[in-house]
């Protein structure tokens, strides 16, 4: 939100369930240095009351990831902390947001990327280095906090990573990949191929498995474009 002398800082809002009307925007941080990072987009994730928030800010000339939580429903947030130890500095925006989510046990989760490399990180823990790439964004099962998957891409090519295995696994070509798990052990993966929007439906143990040589054998055309599935994306 730019109402802060027209330079980017974080506000938060929320819908309520019972009346369907959003709550009055409020201004939850204000960088030092006047503003965040430009073009990166803030993530936020909901479980129950508790709400984090992620961010890309611009402190001394940084551009590191900070978060930001709720214990009660976003009536009140904590202090921003940094995530991981390192520190990326750099003239310009990566445009690179990173994904964050919160697990059935209330733990938080988040990706992101420094420097062309992907990092997994837990609040107040070190980051943890994945693999060279961009764009990433995280699933997790919200019914099995044990499941983690990392959407990335690498060049030409969209990629999960299963945190728990370090498996890679290439799921096509394209762009802006993400992936949902549910409840029943099925993973839906979205991305942008030339303009459409593709998409599969695997099962958890297929991914690990047999993934890769089942979209190894897919023809195009058994990747549908849809629209119907843009909410997801």
Same mark, same amino acid.
């Given at each position: ?31 030092? @240095? ?8 803030? *993530? ?15 402190? /001394? ?7 930001? =939580?709720?214990? *009660?429903?976003?009536? =009140? ?13 750099? /003239? ?17 989760? =988040? ?17 943890? /280095?994945?693999?060279?790439? +961009? ?7 919200? =019914? *099995? ?21 370090? +498996? ?15 409840? @029943? ?9 030339? +303009? ?13 498995? +047999? ?23």
């Amino acid at each position: 939100d730019i109402r802060q002398g027209k330079k980017n800082n974080i506000c938060f809002s929320s819908l309520s369930g019972k009346d369907g009307k959003w709550m009055k925007n409020t201004l939850i941080y204000i960088s030092p @240095d006047e503003h965040v990072c430009e073009c990166c987009k803030p *993530n936020i994730d909901v479980q129950d009351k508790k709400v984090a928030i992620m961010y890309r800010n611009w402190l /001394n000339g940084s551009r590191d990831l900070y978060l930001m =939580t709720s214990d *009660n429903a976003g009536k =009140t947030f904590n202090k921003a902390q940094k995530l991981g130890f390192g520190t990326w500095k750099l /003239n310009g925006c990566p445009m690179d947001g990173g994904g964050i989510r919160i697990d059935n046990k209330h733990m938080i989760h =988040t990706t992101w990327q420094r420097e062309g490399t992907i990092f997994y990180c837990n609040p107040n823990e070190s980051e943890i /280095n994945l693999i060279k790439g +961009k764009a990433c964004s995280i699933a997790v099962d919200k =019914t *099995n906090s044990k499941e983690l998957l990392i959407n990335m891409q690498d060049g030409s090519y969209v990629k999960i990573i299963d945190l728990n295995s370090k +498996k890679e696994i290439i799921v096509g070509k394209g762009i802006f990949l993400k992936s949902i798990l549910s409840p @029943d052990g099925k993973v839906l993966c979205v991305w942008e191929q030339d +303009k459409n929007i593709k998409f599969i439906m695997i099962s958890f143990g297929m991914l690990l498995n +047999k993934i890769q040589k089942l979209i190894s054998e897919l023809k195009p055309s058994n990747l549908t474009l849809i629209t119907d599935f843009l909410p997801y994306a």
